[in-house]
T-cell receptor, first 111, second 115 residues
Framework: DAKTTQPTSMDCAEGRAANLPCNHS???????VYWYRQIHSQGPQYIIH???NNETNEMASLIITEDRKSSTLILPHATLRDTAVYYC????????????FGGGTRLMVKP | GAVVSQHPSRVICKSGTSVKIECRSL??????MFWYRQFPKQSLMLMAT?????????EQGVEKDKFLINHASLTLSTLTVTSAHPEDSSFYIC???????????FGSGTQLSVL
């Protein structure tokens, strides 16, 4: 799986949008962009994933650039409970394929 | 969403003993489960891939005789840390592939402390 690059840490004010960037310049055509987050001492939680179109669900929006070399996860109204490490992961969508975690971005939502 | 249950959430044991961690998919059949390990302030590292009814595939550097994995049914995989040592102290997390074949769902993790 291709590699992703994320900032080590970010701060966000409570109630504001949190925009988490991810670079994946070597992404291949069949790789999806997945986002997970891990709150302290818990297992990772699925957020959203996409191939090339922008995606939105009840948790977040995923914006993927047209060349697919980067993406942004948007939490529209961050709360204190969104404080976590956010992982951007590329993955082939075939059966049985695991997730390879990088360093992620530690998002701190502040009051 | 799909639920993966992991038990126990925390275990403290003496050096030399064995510890079993269970991972169950509660509302779907998981033909593949993955076991990860996470040390403090580090990312998750894949230990092994477990397929129902067959032997697990271990990542390089992970001792298969020390970390015994059993995936006897479509809803249960177990990881047994044999003859645990203090350096095995870590956060162990399982994950399972959901019915959509797209998402992986994770258990809540097990914090193992070996004294």
């Amino acid at each position: 799986d291709a590699k992703t690059t994320q900032p080590t840490s970010m701060d966000c004010a409570e109630g504001r949008a949190a925009n988490l960037p991810c670079n994946h310049s070597t992404i291949s055509g069949n790789e999806y962009v997945y986002w997970y987050r891990q709150i302290h001492s818990q297992g990772p939680q699925y957020i959203i994933h996409g191939l090339k179109n922008n995606e939105t669900n009840e948790m977040a929006s995923l914006i993927i650039t047209e060349d697919r070399k980067s993406s942004t996860l948007i939490l529209p109204h961050a709360t204190l409970r969104d404080t976590a490490v956010y992982y951007c992961i590329l993955r082939w969508n075939n059966a049985g394929n695991m997730l390879t975690f990088g360093g992620g971005t530690r998002l701190m939502v502040k009051p | 969403g799909a639920v993966v249950s992991q038990h126990p959430s925390r275990v403290i044991c003496k050096s030399g003993t064995s510890v079993k961690i269970e991972c169950r998919s509660l509302d779907f059949q998981a033909t593949t489960m993955f076991w990860y390990r996470q040390f403090p302030k580090q990312s998750l590292m894949l230990m092994a891939t477990s397929n129902e009814g067959s032997k697990a595939t271990y990542e390089q550097g992970v001792e298969k005789d020390k970390f015994l994995i059993n995936h006897a049914s479509l809803t249960l995989s177990t990881l047994t840390v044999t003859s645990a040592h203090p350096e095995d102290s870590s956060f162990y997390i399982c994950s399972a592939r959901g019915g959509t074949n797209e998402k992986l769902f994770f258990g809540s993790g097990t914090q193992l402390s070996v004294l």
